[in-house]
């Protein structure tokens, strides 16, 4: 079987190559740009001319997630944070949709040096180390979503954390931690098996009838952890499952218990 299966710099890609000629045209005229003094005052705004469609795809999956749970209590976790794309759009989001919850903190678990080790039922593409962001850049995302909760309302109290670790540590001293913790949205985007496994196990005491249950990698054949990891905890048939039109590998459902 052919794919155009590809792994740059430790992530994961599916670009043909045209596709690739194109991000890097793209990706050096933004580099042009900052580098001749950017936007002016509304640089924000019109950084949106970088952004591409797949990237939008992504932030209306977001948005449409995060309406899901809005009469659900709770925090969200999300498992793999990587560079924060998710976890600063998910800010926004709470920003937009309900500013005065100061109830949904926003919980980030990640390495932050990428992935901790590999199964044998990750299937051989994965290795350790992919995914690594750059020495220190947790600090760098802790300032940064500061930032971003500072532009919605009730910024004076700090609704998220990032917890950095591997979950297998750091999962059982957040939860001996946070013993009022129920999840609303657990998201899992740490593609491999075992810890994927294990953060599910050990967060199902805490989610209701209602939570919304995230996954970034199902039916991926280049991750099988992540589906073998539901299979093995909840069992598929046990789950309604549902897609996104603009998201191939991503599915969710919501916990009926
Ligand atoms: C695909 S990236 C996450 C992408 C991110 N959710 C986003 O939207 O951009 C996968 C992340 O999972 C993290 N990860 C994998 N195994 C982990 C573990 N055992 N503990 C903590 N983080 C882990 C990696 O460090 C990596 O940053």
Redesign the pocket.
């Known amino acids: 079987m052919t794919t155009s299966l590809n792994k740059v710099e430790g992530e994961f890609t599916q670009r043909p190559g045209g596709e690739s000629e194109a991000d890097s045209r793209l990706n050096a005229f933004a580099k042009e740009r900052y580098a001749s003094g950017g936007f002016g005052s509304q640089w924000n705004y019109h950084s949106t001319v970088f952004l591409k469609r797949q990237v939008l795809s992504r932030l209306l999956y977001q948005d449409m997630l995060y309406k899901k749970i809005l009469d659900v209590p709770g925090v969200i976790c ?1 498992f ?4 924060g ?2 976890i600063s759009q998910l800010i926004n989001l709470r920003g937009m949709y309900e500013p005065f919850n100061h109830s949904r903190t926003i919980f980030g ?8 080790g590999v199964d044998a039922k990750d299937g051989g593409f994965s290795e350790s180390g992919d ?2 962001t750059s020495k220190g850049y947790e600090t760098q995302l802790d300032e940064l979503l500061t930032l971003h909760e500072s532009f919605s309302p009730v910024s004076h109290i700090k609704k998220f954390e990032l917890i950095k670790g ?3 540590n750091t999962l059982p001293v957040w939860t001996k931690a946070n013993p009022h913790a129920i999840i609303s949205m657990a998201i899992f ?4 098996y075992a ?1 994927t496994k294990f953060a599910l196990e050990t967060i199902l005491p805490r989610l209701t009838k209602g939570s919304l249950l995230v996954f ?1 990698e199902l039916n991926c054949r280049h991750f099988p952890g992540e589906t073998t990891a539901v299979m093995e905890v909840l069992g598929l048939n046990k789950l309604r499952l549902q897609r996104y039109a603009h998201q191939p590998y991503c599915a969710f459902a919501v916990y009926e218990g």
């Open positions: 999300e793999g944070v990587h560079w794309a998710t678990f990640d390495t932050f040096e990428g992935f901790p995914y690594s591997d979950v297998n985007d740490m593609d491999i810890p970034d």
